[in-house]
């Protein structure tokens, strides 16, 4: 993952306690995990939209198709 490895991680985490303290450390790990999150669920959710005008361009096709 990223040629990231347990050392990496460690110093990493080191350098976070002594920036943010070990108080806010936590907080701040949760606000990037809900970050993270939400932009998943974002991106998913623009995969799911439907474009409605087209939806009824090609029902108003299909009724002109079946007319004929």
């Known amino acids: 993952m990223f ?3 347990v050392p990496e991680l460690i110093l990493i985490l080191i350098i976070g306690l ?4 070990p108080g ?6 949760k606000a990037l995990g809900q970050s993270i999150k939400e932009f998943k669920q974002a991106n998913s959710d623009d ?4 474009d ?3 939806q009824k361009k090609l029902e108003a096709q299909k ?5 004929k």
Do not use: Y
């Not at 806010?24 to 790990?29: D, I, N, S």
């Not at 995969?47 to 439907?50: L, M, P």
């Open 3 to 5: 040629g990231i490895g």
């Open 18 to 21: 002594v920036v943010f303290g």
């Open 24 to 29: 806010k450390l936590p907080g701040v790990g």
């Open 47 to 50: 995969d799911k939209t439907v």
């Open 52 to 54: 409605v005008t087209e």
């Open 63 to 67: 009724l002109d198709s079946d007319k």
